[in-house]
Structures are given as structure tokens and as C-alpha cells.
T-cell receptor, first 113, second 111 residues
């Protein structure tokens, strides 16, 4: 059973471009969480999604950031018009159905030049 | 905000037991104590969780005080690969709410 898959693992963008980060949860998991980790800082919750629904987006910046988890395919975290402050590691996790355990991917590291 | 308090850093000699404390004095009756760790910028890794009884698995042991206001994660024979940031989190099990990570304890295992 493959773990949570994130891609790309590394992404470089210039200021003003768009970044798309993808997350495929573990098989059978329908809850996805996105976290951001700035350099030398802790993990900050961004958004929680179920299939086709955003459940909790209390950690999402008000502008430029969006997330989706369509019925088919991976969850997407989209950052429009990136700025240098968006440079960070973005982690995705999916929820185990029985114990409440979150399984994390290895992250996508965004660098904005 | 995180509902737990952990020391910012600890050291441990390789081969010795690492005992990582966590205070959670406001824990609710239906909240479990979860432990995760993050090894140098990798994705966080689940270690163990418990409600009120002590728990043990292949990675660690979790000792929860009788009043449940604090707990200790024990790595019985620390190795260099256990160097990581360890997070203690309280949440309701089988709940879909987000995990809230605090600042954790940076454990350095030295040779």
C-alpha cells in the first residue's frame, strides 16, 4: 500500500508565476490536510478537504491560495502569483479511518526566485 | 494554539533511553495523546498514541500519568537516526479535526 504521494518534490518558480502542488492520499483515505513549513519554523495547518469539499480552510491565506480535492485525481494546492515569502515546504497528509492517525507525504519544496 | 508544553531541546547518548516529557494539563476526557516526529525536513511520522493506559509499540513507549496531565515518550535505546523534532499533540481519536503542531522538542542523539 503506497504512502501519501506528493509531487513535485521540488519546484522552482519566479515571482508572479503559479505553483501547483499535488497530493495523492493513501488508498482508501478520503480526508486530506495541507500544512506549510517555513524555513526553521514549525508546521502550520492550511486546509482540510474531503472529496469535492473544503471542510476547514482556516489556515489558508486570504488571497492567491486555493485548494481542491476532486472526485477523481489528486488534491491540488494552487498558489497564484507567487512571492518569495511563499518559499516553504508544503506537506500533505491523509487520515487513517480507524485511529485518527495522519499519514504524511515527504513534502513539496517550493523555491521562489 | 497547541495545548501541550514541551522542552525546546534535549540531548541523549546513543544507546541510552530518551525520555521526552509533555505537559497537557487542560486535556479533556475524550482526548488522546499523540506523538509524531520530524526527521530533518522529512514528512512528520506517527509514533504512538494513548488515552490513559501506558502504550508500547515497536518504536516507543508512552507513559501517561494517572491524572492525564502529563506524559512521557520513551525511546528505549536511542540511535543517531532518532535525532529529530518530537511533537506531542492532544486530540480526539477517530476525529477528523486538524492536528495542531506546537514547537516540539528537538532531540539530539550523540555518539
Amino acid at each position: 500500500n503506497a504512502g501519501v504521494m506528493q509531487n513535485p518534490r521540488h519546484l522552482v518558480r519566479r515571482r508572479g508565476q503559479e505553483a501547483r502542488l499535488r497530493c495523492s492520499p493513501m488508498k482508501g483515505h478520503s480526508h486530506v490536510y495541507w500544512y506549510r513549513q517555513l524555513p526553521e519554523e514549525g508546521l502550520k495547518f492550511m486546509v482540510y478537504l474531503q472529496k469535492e469539499n473544503i471542510i476547514d480552510e482556516s489556515g489558508m491565506p486570504k488571497e492567491r491560495f486555493s485548494a481542491e480535492f476532486p472526485k477523481e485525481g489528486p488534491s491540488i494546492l494552487r498558489i497564484q502569483q507567487v512571492v518569495r515569502g511563499d518559499s516553504a515546504a508544503y506537506f500533505c497528509a491523509s487520515l487513517g479511518p480507524n485511529t485518527g492517525e495522519l499519514f504524511f507525504g515527504e513534502g513539496s519544496r517550493l523555491t521562489v526566485l | 494554539d497547541a495545548k501541550t508544553t514541551q522542552p525546546p531541546s534535549m540531548d541523549c547518548a546513543e544507546g541510552r533511553a530518551a525520555n521526552l516529557p509533555c505537559n497537557h494539563s487542560t486535556i479533556s476526557g475524550n482526548e488522546y495523546v499523540y506523538w509524531y516526529r520530524q526527521i530533518h525536513s522529512q514528512g512528520p511520522q506517527y509514533i504512538i498514541h494513548g488515552l490513559k493506559n501506558n502504550e508500547t509499540n515497536e518504536m516507543a513507549s508512552l507513559i501517561i500519568t494517572e491524572d492525564r496531565k502529563s506524559s512521557t515518550l520513551i525511546l528505549p535505546h536511542a540511535t543517531l537516526r532518532d535525532t529529530a523534532v518530537y511533537y506531542c499533540i492532544v486530540r480526539v481519536a477517530r476525529n477528523t479535526d486538524k492536528l495542531i503542531f506546537g514547537t516540539g522538542t528537538r532531540l539530539q542523539v550523540f555518539p
